[in-house]
């Protein structure tokens, strides 16, 4: 069945970097939009960033909020069947639960990363914690 897990969540402080992993399970990662997704307490949750599938004419472009461009990068390994997001720059604000999902939409800059409600599958997700 689909799978996805999370990991390379952990404490950093200001200014530094960590690389989150989405490894899949039970599809292909091309076959669908990919997107990560965070959630600090009380917060809504946020898409950040999105990869979209090598069909349907969308061959791997990406979208990112405006709260991470140039700053966060998303990437994907066919081999491994996983999704990275490379997170440089960090911000106390990046604190929170960080999620990768499935979706059949698309993703680019016009479409964006979308909303929660447009994604099937989920993580489980990773702390991400940035603190001096």
């Known amino acids: 069945q689909v799978q996805l897990v999370e990991s390379g969540g952990g404490l950093r402080q200001p200014g530094e970097s960590l690389r989150l992993s989405c490894v899949a399970s039970?599809?292909?990662?091309?076959?669908?939009?990919i997107g990560w997704f965070r959630q600090a307490p009380g917060k809504k949750r946020e898409g950040i960033s999105c990869?979209?599938?090598?069909?349907?004419?969308?061959?791997?472009?990406?979208a990112y909020a405006d709260s991470v461009k140039g700053r966060f990068t998303i990437s994907r390994d066919r081999d491994k069947n996983t999704v990275y997001l490379q997170m440089n720059s960090l911000k106390f604000d990046d604190t929170a639960t960080y999620y990768c999902?499935?979706?059949?939409?698309?993703?680019?800059?016009?479409?964006?990363?979308?909303?929660?409600?447009?994604?099937?599958?989920w993580g489980q997700g990773t702390q991400v914690t940035v603190s001096s």
């Open positions: 039970g599809f292909f990662i091309t076959h669908y939009s």
């Open positions: 999902a499935t979706a059949q939409r698309r993703c680019d800059s016009a479409y964006g990363v979308g909303y929660q409600d447009e994604y099937d599958y």
């Open positions: 990869v979209s599938s090598s069909v349907n004419g969308g061959d791997g472009t990406t």
